[in-house]
């Protein structure tokens, strides 16, 4: 029992003790970051990105990093957590749009910024900075069809069901279709945003034989080019993200043709440029901000030239290319690779 | 009083521990107060009732790794019948949901003498798909009193809602058995089973009754979820290892027949409250869930020699 408590005690003076590299913040925002997907490639760059601005913001002082692997009522633990360590600002990446309002309301009633990156929140008065998803599947869409001549017909390789990123680009696809009518969608499939899953299902398509002159992918990409390559099938235009993975193939696979549409993980990056933004009183007029894509393919010199550019091999294989977001984050390639944030956190 | 300290060292020591975080939160944080305790007994919420129900089962002398999955399917099935239907009468459809799920545990374990561990392996499976098959995707709605019942604090600021909600649904589900013969019969068939079925111990139905607690339980754990987040989310929480985390920490006996509720359920708090201050210190995420192993095991083996140290004097 003595000993219990006495180990009570020295955990208690070796806590403490951290609490002096709080002391020395001076005139600075502190941030709190929250997220709850580990060991993601584009999650983990989402994660560098936020440390690595918060390092080139002036402003920023300190940041709280929660990162692990949880469910919704996890993230509300870490939220709530974050409003008594006394952050300025929360930016997270949210788990569910409906689920976190709760805390989130509680930060916002302490005048803390809300800023949800990835994905929105319906928590009023929360900012939301993402990608532009449906602009994401109308630009790859659009160039698709483009590509092979404005009619034939298409394998549509969607993420999951009912999840927000997958409607918007479903709705994004749509358009584009809706602009090309001699386009057909001759396969629609969920790939479950699977490596596995969607290569699989590449495979039973090319078995059944049935002919077709392109494929969309929702960023499960270059499983399928493996897929056409393994089967000996001959290689129809496919739009892909821009995973290192996929962006290798555009340069090397032979009698690929090939578009790559940008997804940065390092929005989280932008979201710690626009919570300072905020902060510092200059906040949008609008809560929801969107970061348009851009599409890198590899038919035209410039695009091929885009391409070479964007590789590194120092970066994460697992991570997007697109390690910045232009106009948003100020960091440099070697800052988001070194994951620092201020303060050596 | 000494002798029931004495009777009690372990949960004695863990309340001593859980007083010292406090103290400790205070002095890093010091405007910690109402509102972080709040917070706290809420996050504990779902920890708590994963951590009563395998308490029961640990005791009798078996294990359940499907609380997390048993936990989803109670958590859509709040949601989605909340959405249609007045609040009470969806509450209680399930509670009685997790106990028929409690209670197949149970009955497979039994009839068919697989070991706890591969049946409730299997079971986690199966409950998860169930919760898929409810809700394929998060959604539904809870009811507004059920999300009210846990927020804000009882009485005098300080003793939260969720504080008191943990304690009477574990009571008026664990009390009146423990008392019981019942009570009695789970803590001998943990301790031998042998020995039990030879005194007149009824050791199936025992343990069948002790899964289907466990399967209650486990629906006020779904329940607290649907409650937090105001949805149902079909995918099971981290709760199955944080439970047997929290079981050993307080002091039950993975062989079963020893132990109490009370211990497993201080621990839950410990865990949280170090989440808390790893979080207010600004630890580095990567390093968290160490600190958090080493804090465990430590606890654990310094409270063991302090006891064997005692049974020696």
Same mark, same amino acid.
């Given at each position: 029992m003595k000993k219990l408590l006495l180990g009570a005690t020295a955990l208690a003076v070796a806590t403490s003790m951290g609490?002096?590299?709080? $002391?020395?913040?001076?005139k600075s925002y502190t941030i709190g970051i929250s997220n709850?997907? %580990?060991?993601?490639g584009w999650r983990e760059q989402m994660i560098c990105a936020m440390r690595a601005q918060a390092l080139v913001?002036? *402003? +920023?002082g300190n940041i709280i990093v929660a990162h692990r692997n949880t469910d919704s009522a996890g993230q509300l633990e870490d939220l709530n957590n974050l409003i008594e360590a006394g952050v300025d600002a929360i930016v997270l990446n949210p788990s =569910? @749009? *409906? $689920?976190l309002n709760s805390a989130l309301e509680a930060a916002m009633a302490q005048d803390i910024v809300v800023v949800a990156v990835d994905a929105g929140v319906t928590a009023e008065g929360a900012y939301i900075l993402s990608n532009n998803q449906e602009e994401y599947a109308y630009l790859g869409a659009r160039w698709l069809f483009e590509q092979v001549g404005g009619s034939g017909d298409i394998v549509y390789m969607r993420g999951i069901a009912g999840v927000s990123a997958d409607t918007d680009r479903d709705n994004g696809f749509k358009r584009a279709l809706a602009e090309f009518p001699? /386009?057909? +969608?001759v396969h629609e499939v969920f790939t479950g945003w699977q490596q596995d899953q969607g290569k699989q299902q590449m495979f039973d398509f090319l078995a059944t034989? /049935?002919?077709?002159?392109g494929v969309w992918t929702s960023g499960i990409d270059n499983v399928i080019v493996d897929a056409f390559v393994e089967s000996g099938a001959p290689l129809v235009p496919i739009v892909g993200a821009d995973n290192a993975g996929f962006v290798q193939y555009l340069t090397e696979v032979n009698g690929l043709v090939g578009a790559a549409v940008t997804n940065p993980g390092s929005v989280g990056g932008a979201g710690i440029a626009l919570a300072v933004d905020i902060l510092n009183g200059? $906040?949008?007029?609008?809560?929801t901000v969107l970061v348009d894509p851009v599409l890198w393919e590899n038919g035209t010199d410039a695009g091929r030239a885009t391409i070479m550019a964007a %590789?590194?091999? =120092?970066?994460? @294989?697992?991570?997007? +290319?697109? +390690?910045t977001v232009p106009g948003w984050t100020d960091y440099t390639m070697e800052q988001i690779i070194a994951c620092e944030g201020p303060g050596g956190s | 009083m000494s002798d029931v300290i004495r009777k009690n060292a372990w949960v004695a020591g863990l309340v001593a521990l859980l007083a010292v975080l406090l103290v400790v939160t205070k002095l890093i944080?010091?405007?910690? #107060?109402v509102s972080g305790l709040e917070s706290i007994a809420r996050a504990a919420l779902p920890f708590a009732f994963a951590t009563a129900g395998m308490a029961v089962v640990v005791i009798v002398g078996g294990i359940d790794l499907s609380v997390a999955s048993m936990m989803a399917v109670c958590a859509v099935a709040a949601a989605v019948l909340m959405e249609r239907m007045a609040g009470v009468p969806a509450l209680l459809i399930v509670l009685a949901l997790g106990l028929v799920m409690g209670f197949l545990n149970g009955a497979l374990i039994v009839l068919t003498r697989v070991p706890d561990i591969v049946v409730t392996l299997a079971m986690l499976f199966v409950w998860e798909g169930v919760a898929l098959l409810i809700l394929e995707t998060p959604g539904g709605a809870a009811s507004d009193w059920l999300e009210q019942s846990i927020r804000g604090s009882f009485l005098?600021? #300080?003793?939260?809602n969720a504080l008191v909600v943990t304690i009477i649904c574990v009571a008026v589900v664990w009390l009146p058995i423990r008392r019981s013969k019942l009570g009695l019969s789970i803590y001998a068939t943990g301790s031998d089973e042998l020995a039990a079925f030879r005194s007149g111990v009824a050791i199936g139905p025992t343990k069948i009754l002790a899964y289907s607690l466990c399967g209650v339980l486990c629906a006020f754990g779904g329940l607290s979820l649907a409650a937090l987040t105001g949805i149902g989310e079909p995918v099971p929480g981290p709760y199955l290892l944080a439970s047997v985390a929290a079981v050993v920490l307080g002091g039950v006996?993975? #062989? #079963?027949g020893r132990g109490s509720l009370l211990g497993p359920l201080i621990a839950v708090y410990i865990l949280r409250i170090i989440r808390t201050i790893l979080t207010l210190l600004a630890f580095d995420p990567n390093v968290t869930t160490i600190i958090e192993g080493v804090i465990m095991v430590g606890v654990v083996m310094l409270g063991t020699a302090a006891m064997m140290r005692g049974a020696q004097q």
């Open positions: 609490t002096v590299s709080f $002391a020395d913040a001076h709850t997907v %580990q060991g993601n913001e002036g *402003d +920023v =569910n @749009p *409906d $689920a001699d /386009i057909n +969608v034989g /049935i002919p077709f002159d200059e $906040a949008p007029a609008n809560t %590789q590194n091999p =120092n970066l994460d @294989p697992e991570w997007p +290319v697109s +390690v | 944080q010091p405007t910690f #107060g005098v600021p #300080g003793i939260p006996v993975l #062989g #079963g």
